[in-house]
C-alpha cells in the first residue's frame, strides 16, 4: 500500500508553528483507526492538551515532538477503541464508520461561520475507503493500531511496539492477522470509471424504480446497511439478498418525495448523496465486485453528515 505518511523521526523545534504543522497527519492517523471525524478530533485536540499542559522544559526535553504526539494520539485512540464495544452495544441500529467528501466538497462555514481548515481534511486513499474502514472495524483494537500505524503509516514494529505496549514480535503477528482479514474481505479489483458507471445505473434504475434492473445491478448475496443513529424511519437492520434490496429502495423512492440523487465521491469512491429541500439527508457508499455491487452502506445519522452539511 502507497503512502505519503511517515514517522517523523527528526528532532523539531518545539514551537507552536512546527507543533500544529502535525495536526494534518494526527487527523489522517486517528479518523483511519477510529472511523469517526468528530472522534478524531476530539483525539487531536486532547492531544495537544497533553502537551501543552507539559511545562516547557519538559517540551524541550522530548527528543521529537512528532513522535511524541504521535505515540500519545495512538495510545487514547487504543483506549477509545477498548470501550467502543460497549458503546455500540448502546447504539441504536448499525453502526456505519463517518463518511467523508471529496476534499473539494468539503463545506466553508462551520461553526460561526469560520472556514473549514484544511489541515483537517483528511487524505482519501485506499486506506480510507468504508469497504477498507469496515473490516478495520470488525478487528481487534491492537489488531487495527498495529496494522494502521505499520502498513498505512509505515512505521516500524519498533515504534509500534513502544505505542502499543507490546513486543515487535507481538506487534508483528498483530498486524499479520490484520493483513489476513484485509486480505480475506477483498474482491477482484474494478476499475474506477467501471465502479462509477454501475453507480450511476443503480441511481437511474432507482430513480426509475425498476426492480429487474436493480436486481440485475446487484451480487445475489449483496448487503444493505444504514446507520440511522436512532433516527426515525431508518432501517434498524441490514438488508440481505439482491431482490429484497432491490424492493427496499424501490419502496423507499416511492415512500419519501421530494428526494434528488447525486453522484459524488464518499471516502474515495463512487457513491451517492440523498438530498430533500436541499439538505443532504443520507450518504451511500458502495462496494463492487466485477459487475456487481457487493455491499451498500447508507449514512442517515444527522451527527456523521456534518462534513457535508450545506449552509
Not at 458503546?87 to 466553508?108: F, K, M, S
Not at 439482491?242 to 427496499?248: D, K, L, M, V, Y
Request: aromatic share 6%; with cysteine.
Amino acid at each position: 500500500m502507497t503512502n505519503q505518511f511517515g514517522p517523523g523521526g527528526d528532532r523539531l523545534d518545539p514551537s507552536l508553528s512546527v507543533i500544529m504543522s502535525e495536526r494534518r497527519r494526527l487527523i489522517n492517523l486517528a479518523y483511519r483507526l477510529l472511523g469517526s471525524l468528530a472522534d478524531a478530533e476530539d483525539v487531536v485536540q486532547e492531544t495537544y492538551a497533553r502537551w501543552y499542559a507539559m511545562s516547557r522544559q519538559r517540551q524541550e526535553a522530548v527528543e521529537s515532538p512528532g513522535a511524541w504526539l504521535t505515540t500519545v494520539a495512538s495510545r487514547i485512540c487504543l483506549d477509545l477503541l477498548g470501550s467502543a464495544r460497549a458503546r455500540r452495544e448502546r447504539y441504536v441500529g448499525e453502526w456505519i464508520p463517518e463518511p467523508l467528501p471529496e476534499p473539494a466538497e468539503w463545506i466553508d462555514g462551520g461553526p460561526g461561520g469560520a472556514a473549514a481548515d484544511p489541515a483537517d481534511r483528511v487524505t482519501l486513499d485506499e486506506s480510507v475507503s468504508m469497504a477498507f474502514l469496515v473490516v478495520l472495524d470488525s478487528m481487534t483494537p491492537a489488531e487495527r493500531v498495529a496494522f494502521v500505524l505499520h502498513d498505512v503509516f509505515r512505521y516500524s514494529f519498533t515504534e509500534v511496539a513502544e505505542i502499543v505496549g507490546r513486543t515487535p514480535a507481538a506487534c508483528r503477528q498483530l498486524a499479520s492477522s490484520a493483513r489476513r482479514r484485509i486480505r480475506d474481505s477483498q474482491a477482484p479489483a474494478t476499475s474506477a470509471a467501471r465502479r462509477a458507471g454501475i453507480v450511476r445505473d443503480f441511481k437511474q434504475a432507482w430513480e426509475a424504480k425498476d426492480i429487474d434492473a436493480l436486481i440485475g445491478l446487484l451480487a445475489p448475496d449483496a448487503t444493505a446497511a444504514g446507520d440511522g443513529g436512532g433516527l426515525v424511519g431508518a432501517e434498524p437492520r441490514p438488508v440481505r439478498g439482491a431482490e429484497q434490496i432491490a424492493r427496499f429502495f424501490a419502496d423507499r423512492a416511492s415512500a419519501v418525495p421530494g428526494v434528488t440523487l447525486l453522484e459524488c465521491t464518499v471516502n474515495g469512491q463512487p457513491g451517492l448523496v440523498a438530498r430533500q429541500d436541499g439538505v443532504i439527508v443520507s450518504v451511500m457508499a458502495f462496494d463492487v465486485a466485477g459487475d456487481r455491487i457487493t455491499h451498500i452502506w447508507a449514512v442517515l445519522n444527522p451527527d456523521k453528515l456534518r462534513p457535508w452539511a450545506t449552509g
